[in-house]
């Protein structure tokens, strides 16, 4: 993994302001839609701002749907693995290895599915006690519905997994490790490479959730040896609410495994409509229902703003931005009893940072609820807070520590309303 | 099931126009996306043409999105269940019963397979021979994977099955009878209501597919015994290209069920985040991941429509253009070689008909290309044409017609373009 970069440290609003200045990337944040007089917007990484390229994309899709009509199908067959492709190039993937289709949860379903009927003498799915819930719960059903077990590493809920943590939790019986590249609450690292390599020693398939990590971090899924991943496209990738959720398999793997949906997207000739399911080849095998195309339409529009910045020079921003917060944080609010929920060695964290507080919940409600900052809570007493590169500046995350300052040492902070939080 | 309207027949092109002109009904195409110029489109059982509305409620939702960003959940959250309610008001599904997610491949897949989990005696399914491939494949993936069986009808391909032989079929190994409410080829209606109470005497359970069904003819889910169904939005339902899909339990039965993709949408309380996965009451259990919000803000606009119109007006209309249609083709196209391929009983046809002729690839086609008649070629020599209410007149159809004698007669009809049909 690379570390973050190292630059001159910001110790000033002004210095913050000049930074912003002075770096190149700052005139990205004009291609979204950004309310100037609204609050500090820190959870890109739960859904993503809207690129003002969005609503022109969709609209020609609209204008094509009312033209065309059924003719417009000759154009949208290709879109779940064009966009496909053009996500691969984001984290290290060679075409024809991703496809967009369904939402994370089906996709992770389908290809946890694949790897366990690929090898039926092994029966343990590995993972990892603090991932994300829905990981949890559907290699839970996965594992159960063939009377396997599902092994949770018990791992730091705030530096994650190590790749010795991982390893010890490895035996024959394994057919599959299901971890995530960035934990969707501390944002600690995984070590992609490390963890495949240990998983592989054993003979497991590795399944990456990069929900939290693709058009963050820098991901290289062909040189780490990834076998599988899955992840969302409305958070980094900036793809609208519930956008479509894209996969990943590596290419000598596809014509050997078989996912357990059998819809004609995914059948080879679907178009003949000839009796028998015989899985396409290649990835096409994956798909299984009519593509998403009206949710499919916008999401170009999030990664022509990566592409155009390119990950290496996003990634080395998103360090300077959590080292800032990071730094912040320690200064303003550890002194309210707050702390870092995130690795402190830089090198170990993704795109967003945690803060423990007892009083958590009130602090991201009211800072919401005051027009100040928008982070998100998760349970039991973190705050999430997401710089995200493209359109955060480095004022924006001092400004944002110094609001939450207030509102930490605010008495209402002890009675916030009741909590529904959600994505 | 309703018989066809009767009304004074339509025996020149005058009459149809006059038809449409004291049909308050007609009115109604203003409301949708209609190029003029444009061919005749009969093709709207695979795409739906776009609601003028469409395009304004989904730059609100981007509005929104831009606007509220991850506060737009708040509202959002409730999409599933609040337009599931409303396709279920069209399809005589009282509240609660509805909810739109995934695609209809997803849905058949969880539902066949919570259907299956809960009869674990029972492990076979019936389904119809003639049936839409996507159901074919994905019944055979879900008996195959626990060692059942997929017993398939061989029902007549223009007719579609009878009671008789749906009963015929039926034993105590059958745990799910799986059948589409309309052919998608010939249009053929089944009989929901006596089909549920066949399965039911063998005590398995039924689940129709409604793709082809909702939005276009009368059903009456709750009171014809069904137990389960699915359906896309992007047909009748005039949702857009790849619109998520609806699926309904009957309500005593959904506290029974279990479908097999465990993600937080599913869960109880998904917020908490908790370890384990418990389903939640109701509905919702059979969501999985974040819905597609994106895709899901148009379909409001076109049940808007037929909200309008009201389903017994809509289905009457629908009788009076398929018989208009099925006599053209009889007039205008059985001596040229063709012959009708759905039910010379109008009370047993859907909303589209089915035209037989040996070149049926070339009439499709070149229909297409010249601009004349938008239909689609289903294999291996069929063309379905769909005169969807809302927005085809009368006089459409006798057109129609008209070309499609022309395109007919003419010797290139024998040398089309290699095929490649979609949707």
Redesign the interface.
Known sequence: MQPATSAEPITSREAAVEADRRDPLSAHRDAF?V?ES?PI?L?GN??G??PRS??PR??AL?EA???E??????H??ELPVRVGDRIGALIGAGPGQVVIG?????NL?KLAHAALDAQPARTTIVAD?HD???V???L??VAG?RGGQLRLIDSDPVEGLDVTSVAGALDPDVGLVCLSGVNYRSGARLDLAGAAAAAHDVGALVLWDLSHAAGSVPVALDDDGADLAVG?S?KYLNG??????WMYVRRDLQDHLRQ??????G?RD????????LPAAGMSRFL?????????A?IDAGLEEIEAVGMAALWARTARLTDLLAQRIEVRLAPLGAHLFSPTDPARRGGHLGVAHPQAWGLCRLA?DRGLV?G?F??PDVVRLAPVPLYTRFVDVWDAVERLAVVLADPDVRSPPP?????
Chains 1, 2 share one sequence.
């Open positions: 839609v309310e609204g917007y959870d739960s859904l701002r809207q969005t609503a969709i609209l609209l749907w009312g033209r009509l059924i003719g417009g199908w000759d949208w067959i369904d939402s994370t949860t089906v379903y006690s994300f819930p829905t949890r719960y559907v839970e059903g519905a969302c409305y609208g609410p519930g956008a479509p959720a357990p949906i059998w819809g004609w997207w059948r679907p178009f003949d409509m000839a009796p028998g399911y299984s229902g009519t593509p998403a195309v009206v949710g499919l916008g919401i928008v998100d998760r349970p909590r529904r939080t959600v994505t």
